[in-house]
């Protein structure tokens, strides 16, 4: 169905203010992860020519591919850009194709004021730019763009996000090659969080929205209709008895005839359903069937996440799980009849989540292919009957490595192509050169020095494994080998790591039978080609947990968050000794079941030292500094058979108490909050700073607000000097000589496009204790960077 058929994807991003916002953690925060590539998230099929929209790469452009198929199969012939294209733009975010027009949604750009792009289909195959076309009022964050739908002369855009998520859909005309914005679509009765214009579909003067978000996200699709002076008008509304809380009705929509096909994928819990429904003669729109799917899992389905129509067949994509679509066929008598399911377990999972057929090709979506990067599964009707014929993929574009000199930072504020201020690029190796395959993102990092040749090496934690980098020459760092996750496990966004005695130990959160992974440093020596390694021992005490601390002074490790299996310790300390690193042992929990966002203690994060602090009571005490969700959590934990909780306290706006470090001095420690600043709490990053001069008694006695509102994740002090990964912004350097009143003096940003603004993506950790004073810095999908701080005076 060419002409109003759009993925329900659009209606998570529209109704995102209605669920609640989790941080990169698992068992505690909820596991949100940054999107991705998304190719295939838009499909549309036209005279042999499959369209498939990317709208979501972040490294450059949106783009839609062209594929044909010859006589080798389907191959790409084209790529069609926005002109004046820029890195994060979301072009190809949506697809509408009526003859020869295709419309293509934009809905990154521009602050997400968003745009789409109307091109013509020549007769050679070329597709002509014609017309780009915006909101006449539009504002910044409206995903104007997210739903196109075209018919003739007309042609509809969605922004869904326009007036804090109520939306609005507007109507644009053509008069010979010119497009011109004929009416601004708005519900009556619309309210913020609605959604409207999150699917859209036009046929004759007849125009459906949906607006999923309304009476309580149970959706409702609202009809306009256009006189024959070009005015448009609400004319009604569609919306089934039996609709519930949630179901998410009028997420996808396709008119075909006079008849509308409307999706709830999330009716019954997530199973989904789509209704077909006409206008009697009274103009009220009845249901003349509904469909389910006919080969249920048991298991929430989300059917419906896409539709389309073709000829006398209905096609349902159920992308959940692996994945499905659904084929219906309507029989002469009217009646429809359950004809065909189509899978590929071999395309990489979520199948469904768009759709696009014609004639006899079809096209699917597979979301979840290479960690969300996305694959295309291409089939082909014979016979009557359908078929894979192909899995498609686009390159797995990267940011090119930089090596062999330093950059410095220059008079224009960059190194390299990246936002600088005081901080040196020495190098950088982008995920593909560290091991990573298609679509993999990086995330922790930690740091070993060889004793025995003083040469240094980065620990950097990947999705799927663990990359092992020689920085000795930081200007020409050598990948030395991938200790992938254990046999069993799956790859997940999380994944930690810390070292003692040579030896580095690894978890991973999300990730199923995981366990902790021992490996022996030693065996970097001397190595001249990369290898893929196996650990030296496999700790199986627990599953999979979001972090690892160590205190080296001790030899003991503490385990936070543990789940799935095993002993969890309610997420809280699960501690191990380590002093044999090839023969750990289990010693004991503990958890304050105060904290936590379950109560159980869930710890995310946490320091261990041999407390050396102003407070004598616990002088030479082993002591651990909990980030546990809620709250600080402050421990002693010297008898592992008897660990005592010493105080726990909160702080104002608390959104997820995340990561924190002492001072050389041990009396100060500062905090990180990861959702405060996606959740509105402050205006830009913050870091609350605790006096811990008594620890019976915390006391909150400061907050940093840094230069722009990106959400903050690990830091790490050295040398009165705070280094603080700040996801969109990068490396943030600050200066804390004056504890109570610290200043940012440098920063390296890692993502060179977009904005610093709340949310996930970017740097996720650093590791600034190299003795050469290199400083390794991971971003997800960008890579690992060396950099180094240059001396400098605090400045304003």
Same mark, same amino acid.
């Given at each position: 169905? !060419? ?59 949106? &783009? ?134 999150? @699917? ?99 298991? @929430? ?16 994509? @159920? ?19 359950? @004809? ?72 224009? /504020?960059?190194?390299? /192509? ?119 021992? &496999? ?57 936590? !966002? ?14 050396? /602090? ?6 030479? !005490? ?52 990861? &959702? ?18 008594? &620890? ?101």
């Amino acid at each position: 169905m !060419r002409r109003g058929t759009i993925p329900a994807i659009a209606a998570v991003a529209a109704l995102a203010c209605a669920a609640p916002i989790a941080g990169q953690t698992y068992a505690g925060g909820g596991g949100t992860q940054p999107a991705l590539a998304g190719f295939g998230g838009a499909l549309a099929i036209t005279q042999g020519d499959l369209l498939v929209g990317e709208g979501r790469n972040q490294a450059r452009s949106g &783009l839609v591919y062209v594929y044909r198929k010859g006589a080798g199969g389907w191959a790409e012939a084209a790529k069609i850009a926005a002109p004046g294209a820029t890195n994060g733009d979301g072009f190809g975010s949506a697809l509408a194709l009526d003859g020869a027009t295709l419309v293509v949604g934009a809905t990154l750009q521009n602050e997400q004021k968003g745009a789409a792009y109307v091109f013509r289909r020549e007769a050679n195959g070329a597709y002509t730019h014609v017309a780009q076309l915006v909101a006449t009022d539009g504002a910044a964050g409206d995903n104007f763009g997210a739903s196109v739908a075209v018919d003739g002369d007309y042609a509809l855009v969605g922004a869904p996000a326009h007036g804090s998520g109520a939306g609005a859909v507007y109507v644009f005309q053509r008069a010979g090659n010119a497009w011109t914005q004929q009416a601004k679509l708005v519900p009556s009765g619309g309210a913020a969080g609605e959604g409207f214009g999150v @699917a859209v579909a036009i046929e004759g003067s007849r125009a459906l929205i949906g607006a999923p978000g309304r009476n309580d996200r149970a959706g409702v699709v609202l009809v306009f209709t256009r006189s024959s002076t070009g005015q448009w008008t609400q004319s009604g509304q569609i919306s089934p008895n039996g609709l519930q809380r949630n179901d998410q009705f009028g997420s996808s929509i396709a008119l075909v005839e006079g008849t509308a096909y409307v999706s709830a994928p999330s009716y019954a819990q997530g199973a989904g359903a789509v209704w077909a429904l006409r206008q009697n003669d009274d103009s009220e729109w009845r249901p003349t069937g509904r469909f389910f799917p006919f080969a249920a899992s048991g298991q @929430a389905s989300r059917f419906g996440a896409a539709i389309d129509v073709e000829g006398s067949q209905l096609f349902v994509g @159920a992308p959940a799980g692996p994945g499905a679509v659904f084929v219906y066929a309507a029989g002469q008598d009217g009646e429809w009849n359950a @004809a065909e399911r189509m899978t590929a377990p071999d395309a990489g999972g979520g199948i469904g989540g768009a759709v696009a057929v014609d004639g006899d090709v079809a096209a699917a979506w597979a979301q979840s292919a290479d960690y969300g990067a996305g694959n295309v599964v291409v089939f082909e009707r014979t016979n009557g009957r359908w078929a894979q014929a192909a899995v498609l993929s686009s390159p797995d574009d990267r940011i090119a490595s930089i090596t062999g000199n330093e950059i410095r930072c220059g008079a224009d /504020g960059t190194a390299g /192509g990246f936002d600088c201020q005081n901080v040196e690029l020495v190098s950088f190796l982008n995920v593909s050169d560290l091991g990573g395959a298609r679509g993999v993102r990086m995330n922790d990092v930690w740091g070993w020095v060889d004793a025995q040749n003083n040469r240094e090496y980065v620990i950097a934690g990947r999705m799927d494994g663990t990359s092992f980098v020689d920085i000795t020459d930081p200007e020409n760092p050598r990948y030395l080998g991938n200790l992938p996750m254990t046999p069993g496990a799956r790859a997940a966004a999380w994944r930690d790591m810390k070292v003692y005695k040579d030896h580095v130990f690894i978890v991973s959160d999300g990730a199923g039978e995981h366990g902790m992974q021992v490996f022996d440093l030693g065996r970097l020596r001397n190595l001249r080609e990369p290898q893929i390694f196996e650990p030296d021992f &496999l700790y199986r005490n627990i599953n999979s947990a979001h972090n690892i601390v160590i205190n080296e002074e001790t030899g003991f490790a503490y385990i936070v968050g543990a789940s799935g299996g095993g002993e969890t310790c309610g997420g809280g300390l699960h501690m191990v000794n380590i002093q044999d690193p090839k023969n750990p042992t289990f010693a004991g929990c503990f958890a304050d079941p105060q904290t936590g !966002r379950a109560a159980t203690g869930y710890s995310h994060d946490a320091q261990c030292v041999v407390y050396n /602090g102003p407070d004598r009571d616990y002088a030479g !005490r082993e002591i651990c500094l909990g980030a546990n969700e809620t709250a600080l959590s402050i421990a002693d934990v010297t008898d592992k058979n008897n660990p005592k909780a010493i105080a726990r306290a909160s702080y104002p706006n608390v959104g997820y108490s995340h990561q924190g470090w002492f001072d050389e001095e041990q009396r100060y420690f500062y905090m990180d909050d990861e &959702l405060d600043e996606l959740q509105g709490l402050v205006p830009r990053t913050r870091t609350i700073i605790w006096d811990l001069s008594d &620890l019976d008694d915390p006391q909150v006695v400061g907050e940093f607000l840094g230069t722009s509102p990106a959400s903050d994740h690990n830091l790490y002090i050295r040398d009165n000097v705070m280094y603080q990964s700040n996801y969109q912004a990068g490396l943030r350097v600050i200066d804390i000589s004056n504890p109570l009143e610290p200043r940012e003096i440098g920063y390296f940003d890692t993502v060179p496009y977009g904005e610093n603004t709340a949310g996930f993506g970017g740097s996720w950790s650093n590791y600034p204790f190299f003795p050469s004073g290199s400083i390794a810095v991971t971003s997800g999908a960008e890579g690992l960077f060396i950099v180094k701080k240059r001396d400098v005076r605090p400045v304003s």
